[in-house]
């Protein structure tokens, strides 16, 4: 009976055995699902923080970038805004050197209208009223203030050149010459500014400005009437220039 109890008992530890074994299996597999799914989550955790990490480096990196690149921007508007200054310094100066010239050049133009109109009260009588006319314009234009300084001063400076041209060009028009108590129609003939030379238009009477007397005075000579009529038909571009024998010179050496 002893023995059959302990062969029974033994057969009960038997079983006993695999089901504590296979509980304590079980949760084990249990605890280790659990400590993998802890696992996972915290990986996952890990990698969400890592990813927000390189998130923030890459912001912080892109903000470096701008930072970098307003300070270029800065130093770029830095430089402009000296040359500005420098820019503006110089104008303010060139500004007060123009009103310093200005006030110079003023006296200066009013002599130079005075001298030009003295010259041409001496000079040959040719064009009168035209330069007269030219030289009354420029002191009305010293008088207006919508004209600049430098536009007048341009406008002097043309007029003297018109007259320096006169020095050098062979011109004919028509005019009127007073002799005595006469007074007609004539072609004027002038040679730059060492001869002015008169015919009437029916080509019979011809003479030359006299520098001496300040007057006109006729000529006789068969050959002025031609060189004069030939200078008029040169000046007139009708033929070809060519040598001319003038009553100025004949004048010149009678002196």
């Known amino acids: 009976m002893f023995i059959r109890r302990l062969i029974i008992c033994a057969t009960l530890i038997n079983f006993a055995i695999p089901a504590f074994s296979q509980d304590k299996t079980e949760q084990l597999v249990d605890e280790g699902l659990q400590r993998l799914q802890n696992n996972q989550n915290a990986q996952a955790s890990i990698d969400k923080t890592v990813e927000k990490t390189q998130s923030l480096e890459k912001s912080y990196q892109d903000e470096l970038h701008l930072l970098d690149g307003l300070n270029m921007y800065n130093d770029m508007l830095k430089r402009q805004l000296d040359d500005q200054e420098e ?14 010239i200005e006030r110079q050049i003023m006296p200066l133009l009013v002599r130079m209208v005075d001298a030009l109109d003295s010259f041409v009260g001496v000079d040959l009588p040719f064009l009168l009223k035209e330069r007269q006319a030219r030289v009354d314009g420029l002191r009305e234009l010293l008088n207006k203030a919508e004209y ?14 018109i007259e320096n041209e006169y020095g050098y060009t062979i011109e004919s028009y028509k005019g009127r010459v007073d002799l005595g108590d006469s007074q007609f129609a004539v072609d004027f003939l002038r040679i ?56 100025i010179l004949a004048n010149i050496e009678e002196r």
């Open 192 to 247: 730059g500014r060492i001869g002015l030379m008169y015919r009437d238009l029916a080509g019979e009477q011809v003479g030359f400005w006299n520098g001496d007397t300040n007057s006109w005075q006729p000529l006789t000579e068969r050959q002025y009437k031609r060189h004069i009529t030939k200078g008029l038909k040169i000046a007139r571009e009708e033929i070809s220039p060519e040598l001319i024998t003038l009553p």
């Open 148 to 161: 600049t300084t430098s536009e007048k001063t341009r406008r002097i400076f043309e007029a003297y050149q």
């Open 87 to 100: 820019q503006i310094l110089k104008i303010n100066t060139s500004i007060n050197n123009a009103t310093l």
